[in-house]
């Protein structure tokens, strides 16, 4: 059984997440951290009938909370508001994400680190450089979670497949088997997020709807934020986003075959990895890629997947690089250069 461990456990994401992980069957101990209010949110998960054990744990016991966790998901942070950049969350985030690495580097060295917060194009390498300084780093331990890219791209794809009559396509898309129709790679933020189609009939049946579906994937977030008029950014399909990464995370862990799913993730470290950096012309380290678990940790990359692009994924994949290698470059510093926001 699994110690799973969920740093910033009473936030909008983090209840959700929460409480999908005590209904999770391979977790024996579920551990809920948060500056405020985590016991709370645990004292509440404790009365679910499953049998997973909640603990929660306030400011001061980070430690606690990490000591023996096997994965850590780290929804921590604060959410983006209208009219908030990536930049503005990276002000504040990126200390966060560093201070809570630190801590797993003296606590749990060893646990798989799925960061979900954002930027995630800055924050992983946040991740990796604040576990690098520590000596503890691996790279199929620290995976960035772009499943939430991957769920809109399925639920956007079958809307404007459903609603459409060309390309001689006769079935009802199922959104709940669209796997084998999309996949998304790249970052997690705007253009840098490249849904890739697994079908050539796909890109005919779009048609002229393919640019609208392109812009919904890569920009869904701004119609949360947007809908919920300041009050927050996307956490409920984001919890159930990471929750569906975490899981396959869990099932690998129990030696269960999992499904490839993309993470944003430190290419160079990684079985394929340099294969992917040289379709990428070595512009970058990060990259998401479908991934292979084993052990609950990113052992090989599908590099493949950029040799089936057509000519507009190509296109998208170059420019999301250009705006990749700069966001990487901006949290890879802050650790190394010991940036002070």
């Known amino acids: 059984m699994v110690k799973v461990a969920v740093v910033g456990a009473s936030g909008g994401i983090g209840q959700p997440l929460s409480l999908l992980l005590k209904l999770n069957p391979y977790v024996s101990e579920l551990a809920l951290y948060d500056v405020r209010l985590a016991k709370g949110v645990a004292q509440d998960l404790s009365h679910i009938s499953t049998n997973a054990e909640c603990r929660g744990y306030d400011k001061e016991e980070i430690g606690q909370a990490l000591k023996g966790a096997q994965v850590v998901l780290i929804p921590a942070g604060v959410p983006r508001k209208p009219g908030m950049t990536r ?82 396509l006769t079935r009802q898309f199922d959104k709940t088997r669209m796997q084998k129709d999309v996949t998304v790679i790249g970052g997690h933020s705007g253009t840098t997020i490249v849904p890739v189609l697994l079908g050539s009939s796909l890109n005919a049946a779009l048609g002229a709807e393919y640019g609208k579906f392109v812009h919904r994937v890569q920009f869904g977030g701004d119609e949360v934020v947007k809908a919920k008029e300041g009050a927050g950014s996307a956490t409920l399909s984001m919890a159930l986003a990471g929750y569906r990464f975490a899981e396959q995370v869990l099932r690998s862990i129990h030696r269960e075959s999992t499904d490839p799913l993309p993470a944003f993730v430190y290419l160079p470290g990684l079985e394929n990895g340099s294969a992917a950096q040289k379709k990428l012309k070595d512009t970058v380290d990060y990259f998401a890629l479908p991934i292979t678990l084993v052990d609950g940790r990113a052992a090989k990359v599908d590099s493949t997947v950029l040799d089936r692009l057509s000519a507009q994924e190509h296109q998208l994949v170059e420019r999301a690089v250009l705006e990749l290698s700069t966001s990487i470059q901006k949290g890879t510093g802050f650790v190394v250069g010991g940036s002070k926001l």
Do not use: H, W
């Open 87 to 168: 930049d503005d969350l990276f002000k504040i985030n990126a200390g966060i994400v560093r201070g809570i690495c630190s801590s797993i580097a003296q606590y749990c060295p060893s646990a798989r680190v799925l960061v979900i917060s954002n930027p995630v194009n800055s924050t992983v390498p946040i991740a990796a450089e604040t576990l690098k300084a520590a000596g503890c780093f691996s790279a199929g331990n620290v995976m960035g979670v772009t499943t939430l890219d991957v769920v809109r791209a399925e639920t956007f794809l079958a809307d404007y497949l459903n609603a459409s009559k060309r390309g001689g």
